[in-house]
Protein backbone atom coordinates (compact mmCIF):
# COMPACT_ATOMS: atom_id res chain seq x y z
CA UNK A 1 0.00 0.00 0.00
CA UNK A 2 2.63 2.16 1.24
CA UNK A 3 2.16 6.53 1.24
CA UNK A 4 -1.52 7.52 -0.10
CA UNK A 5 -3.56 10.68 0.07
CA UNK A 6 -6.34 8.99 1.80
CA UNK A 7 -9.72 10.25 1.55
CA UNK A 8 -9.02 13.17 4.78
CA UNK A 9 -6.96 14.46 2.65
CA UNK A 10 -3.62 14.00 4.22
CA UNK A 11 -0.85 11.75 2.98
CA UNK A 12 -0.82 8.22 5.17
CA UNK A 13 1.24 5.97 6.05
CA UNK A 14 0.17 2.64 7.60
CA UNK A 15 2.01 -0.29 6.31
CA UNK A 16 6.12 0.12 6.85
CA UNK A 17 7.85 -1.98 8.62
CA UNK A 18 7.33 -0.53 11.84
CA UNK A 19 3.70 -0.51 11.85
CA UNK A 20 3.32 2.44 13.13
CA UNK A 21 0.65 4.92 11.03
CA UNK A 22 1.94 8.00 10.20
CA UNK A 23 1.26 11.08 8.01
CA UNK A 24 2.88 13.60 6.09
CA UNK A 25 4.25 16.78 7.08
CA UNK A 26 3.69 19.46 3.81
CA UNK A 27 5.02 22.81 4.38
CA UNK A 28 2.07 25.03 3.12
CA UNK A 29 -0.56 23.43 5.29
CA UNK A 30 1.65 22.33 8.36
CA UNK A 31 -0.48 23.48 10.76
CA UNK A 32 -3.05 21.16 9.40
CA UNK A 33 -1.32 18.18 9.27
CA UNK A 34 -0.36 18.42 12.96
CA UNK A 35 -3.81 18.90 13.76
CA UNK A 36 -4.66 15.77 12.09
CA UNK A 37 -1.47 13.84 13.74
CA UNK A 38 -3.08 14.52 16.69
CA UNK A 39 -7.05 14.33 16.43
CA UNK A 40 -6.45 10.60 14.51
CA UNK A 41 -3.89 9.64 16.94
CA UNK A 42 -0.97 9.63 14.75
CA UNK A 43 2.49 8.64 16.17
CA UNK A 44 4.46 8.74 13.45
CA UNK A 45 5.53 11.66 11.14
CA UNK A 46 7.07 11.37 7.33
CA UNK A 47 8.51 14.10 4.80
CA UNK A 48 10.70 14.56 1.46
CA UNK A 49 10.50 17.15 -0.86
CA UNK A 50 8.23 14.48 -3.26
CA UNK A 51 5.50 14.83 -0.89
CA UNK A 52 5.30 19.31 -0.02
CA UNK A 53 8.46 19.25 2.71
CA UNK A 54 10.14 22.03 1.25
CA UNK A 55 11.77 23.42 4.73
CA UNK A 56 14.91 23.59 6.47
CA UNK A 57 14.11 23.31 10.11
CA UNK A 58 12.05 20.57 12.43
CA UNK A 59 10.37 23.61 14.48
CA UNK A 60 6.92 21.52 13.90
CA UNK A 61 8.12 18.67 16.14
CA UNK A 62 7.34 21.39 19.18
CA UNK A 63 3.66 20.16 17.92
CA UNK A 64 4.12 16.34 18.06
CA UNK A 65 6.39 15.69 20.90
CA UNK A 66 4.76 12.19 21.52
CA UNK A 67 5.99 11.08 17.60
CA UNK A 68 7.41 7.95 17.99
CA UNK A 69 8.57 7.40 14.29
CA UNK A 70 10.30 9.73 12.08
CA UNK A 71 11.47 9.52 8.62
CA UNK A 72 12.69 12.57 6.54
CA UNK A 73 14.82 12.27 2.91
CA UNK A 74 15.89 14.03 0.42
CA UNK A 75 15.65 16.89 2.75
CA UNK A 76 18.19 19.82 2.91
CA UNK A 77 18.03 20.91 7.42
CA UNK A 78 20.01 23.70 8.95
CA UNK A 79 18.41 23.16 12.32
CA UNK A 80 17.62 19.78 14.07
CA UNK A 81 17.04 20.97 18.05
CA UNK A 82 13.78 20.06 18.13
CA UNK A 83 13.89 16.53 17.90
CA UNK A 84 15.76 16.38 21.47
CA UNK A 85 12.08 17.18 22.72
CA UNK A 86 10.81 13.70 21.43
CA UNK A 87 10.27 12.25 24.68
CA UNK A 88 9.09 8.75 23.15
CA UNK A 89 11.32 8.13 19.92
CA UNK A 90 12.13 4.82 18.73
CA UNK A 91 12.95 5.34 15.25
CA UNK A 92 14.34 7.70 13.43
CA UNK A 93 16.02 8.65 9.66
CA UNK A 94 16.82 12.63 9.12
CA UNK A 95 18.68 12.21 5.86
CA UNK A 96 20.92 13.38 4.12
CA UNK A 97 21.76 16.76 4.66
CA UNK A 98 21.58 18.13 8.51
CA UNK A 99 23.76 18.79 10.82
CA UNK A 100 25.24 16.90 13.84
CA UNK A 101 22.99 14.83 15.67
CA UNK A 102 24.01 13.96 19.07
CA UNK A 103 22.39 10.46 19.68
CA UNK A 104 23.18 9.53 23.59
CA UNK A 105 20.34 12.22 24.23
CA UNK A 106 17.81 10.41 22.78
CA UNK A 107 17.55 7.77 24.86
CA UNK A 108 14.21 6.36 23.85
CA UNK A 109 15.61 5.05 20.81
CA UNK A 110 16.21 2.10 19.35
CA UNK A 111 16.49 2.20 15.76
CA UNK A 112 18.28 4.47 13.27
CA UNK A 113 18.92 4.95 9.73
CA UNK A 114 21.51 7.36 8.59
CA UNK A 115 24.15 8.25 6.44
CA UNK A 116 27.50 9.16 7.77
CA UNK A 117 27.50 12.73 8.77
CA UNK A 118 31.03 13.40 10.19
CA UNK A 119 29.71 15.84 13.13
CA UNK A 120 26.82 12.99 14.53
CA UNK A 121 28.17 12.33 18.18
CA UNK A 122 27.14 9.98 20.85
CA UNK A 123 26.42 7.10 18.44
CA UNK A 124 28.14 4.57 20.87
CA UNK A 125 26.34 5.80 24.35
CA UNK A 126 23.21 5.14 22.55
CA UNK A 127 20.36 3.52 23.23
CA UNK A 128 20.68 2.18 19.69
CA UNK A 129 19.86 -1.25 19.00
CA UNK A 130 19.28 -1.22 15.32
CA UNK A 131 21.81 0.47 13.04
CA UNK A 132 21.66 1.05 9.53
CA UNK A 133 25.00 3.49 7.38
CA UNK A 134 25.00 4.18 4.30
CA UNK A 135 27.53 6.35 2.83
CA UNK A 136 30.04 5.43 4.94
CA UNK A 137 33.28 6.88 2.78
CA UNK A 138 36.13 7.82 4.45
CA UNK A 139 39.62 9.12 2.75
CA UNK A 140 41.49 6.57 4.74
CA UNK A 141 39.21 4.18 3.59
CA UNK A 142 38.94 2.57 6.76
CA UNK A 143 36.64 1.62 9.60
CA UNK A 144 39.14 3.59 12.45
CA UNK A 145 37.18 6.11 14.13
CA UNK A 146 33.33 5.12 13.78
CA UNK A 147 31.07 5.30 16.18
CA UNK A 148 29.25 2.40 16.41
CA UNK A 149 26.37 1.84 19.11
CA UNK A 150 27.59 -0.11 22.36
CA UNK A 151 24.62 -2.12 22.38
CA UNK A 152 23.62 -3.10 18.85
CA UNK A 153 21.98 -6.36 17.39
CA UNK A 154 21.60 -5.61 13.87
CA UNK A 155 24.08 -3.36 12.00
CA UNK A 156 23.64 -3.12 8.35
CA UNK A 157 26.35 -1.17 6.38
CA UNK A 158 25.80 0.30 3.15
CA UNK A 159 27.86 1.49 0.32
CA UNK A 160 31.00 1.85 2.68
CA UNK A 161 34.89 1.44 1.16
CA UNK A 162 36.86 -0.26 3.55
CA UNK A 163 38.30 -2.94 2.23
CA UNK A 164 38.70 -5.05 5.79
CA UNK A 165 37.05 -4.65 8.88
CA UNK A 166 40.21 -3.23 11.19
CA UNK A 167 39.02 -0.53 12.94
CA UNK A 168 35.79 -1.55 14.05
CA UNK A 169 34.58 -1.81 17.60
CA UNK A 170 34.04 -5.09 19.59
CA UNK A 171 30.09 -5.68 19.56
CA UNK A 172 29.29 -8.46 21.70
CA UNK A 173 25.83 -8.46 21.54
CA UNK A 174 25.84 -7.83 17.63
CA UNK A 175 23.62 -10.76 16.50
CA UNK A 176 22.96 -10.01 12.64
CA UNK A 177 25.43 -8.05 10.32
CA UNK A 178 24.78 -7.10 6.80
CA UNK A 179 27.33 -5.64 4.34
CA UNK A 180 25.53 -3.98 0.82
CA UNK A 181 27.24 -2.47 -2.02
CA UNK A 182 30.40 -2.33 0.01
CA UNK A 183 32.58 -2.91 -3.29
CA UNK A 184 36.11 -2.69 -1.68
CA UNK A 185 35.53 -5.13 1.47
CA UNK A 186 37.69 -8.15 0.55
CA UNK A 187 38.97 -9.35 4.69
CA UNK A 188 36.41 -10.72 7.03
CA UNK A 189 39.17 -12.16 9.34
CA UNK A 190 38.88 -9.94 11.92
CA UNK A 191 35.02 -10.89 12.39
CA UNK A 192 35.14 -13.25 15.46
CA UNK A 193 36.94 -10.68 17.28
CA UNK A 194 34.49 -7.85 16.42
CA UNK A 195 31.63 -9.74 16.53
CA UNK A 196 31.86 -12.79 19.02
CA UNK A 197 28.01 -13.50 19.24
CA UNK A 198 27.36 -13.19 15.58
CA UNK A 199 24.95 -15.50 14.30
CA UNK A 200 23.83 -14.40 10.63
CA UNK A 201 25.78 -12.48 7.72
CA UNK A 202 24.25 -10.77 4.83
CA UNK A 203 25.79 -10.04 1.92
CA UNK A 204 24.74 -8.60 -1.52
CA UNK A 205 27.06 -6.44 -4.20
CA UNK A 206 30.21 -6.78 -2.21
CA UNK A 207 31.90 -9.53 -4.77
CA UNK A 208 35.71 -9.21 -3.61
CA UNK A 209 35.12 -10.85 -0.37
CA UNK A 210 36.87 -13.74 0.67
CA UNK A 211 34.42 -15.77 3.21
CA UNK A 212 37.35 -18.04 4.32
CA UNK A 213 39.34 -16.66 7.34
CA UNK A 214 36.59 -15.01 9.89
CA UNK A 215 33.40 -16.85 8.05
CA UNK A 216 33.72 -20.61 7.87
CA UNK A 217 35.50 -20.59 11.23
CA UNK A 218 33.44 -18.33 13.00
CA UNK A 219 32.21 -20.29 16.57
CA UNK A 220 29.18 -18.99 16.73
CA UNK A 221 28.13 -18.48 13.03
CA UNK A 222 25.02 -20.25 12.51
CA UNK A 223 24.28 -18.95 8.93
CA UNK A 224 26.27 -16.73 6.24
CA UNK A 225 24.86 -15.91 2.60
CA UNK A 226 27.71 -14.37 0.91
CA UNK A 227 26.54 -12.71 -2.47
CA UNK A 228 23.64 -15.49 -3.01
CA UNK A 229 25.67 -18.42 -1.72
CA UNK A 230 25.38 -19.69 1.26
CA UNK A 231 29.00 -20.74 2.82
CA UNK A 232 27.76 -21.46 6.43
CA UNK A 233 23.58 -23.04 7.32
CA UNK A 234 21.51 -23.02 4.35
CA UNK A 235 18.07 -21.10 3.68
CA UNK A 236 15.10 -23.47 5.80
Known amino acids: MGIELRPSGFREWHDHVRGIPA ?18 GFRGLFGSPSFGFKQDNLDFLAGATNAKWLWFWDV ?29 RLTTLRTVV ?26 SKTFAGLEIPSGVEHLELNWANPATLEGLPEMKKLKELQFHRCRNLQDLSALPRIAPNLRR ?12 NGVVDHPKLKEALIDGTFVVGKCE
Open 23 to 40: VGVETDRIDDCLAHYRQQ
Open 76 to 104: SLRNIDPIYDLTEVEYLGVNPKRPGIDFS
Open 114 to 139: NFWVKADTGIAASSITEYYLWHFKPA
Open 201 to 212: LLTTTSSKIDAT
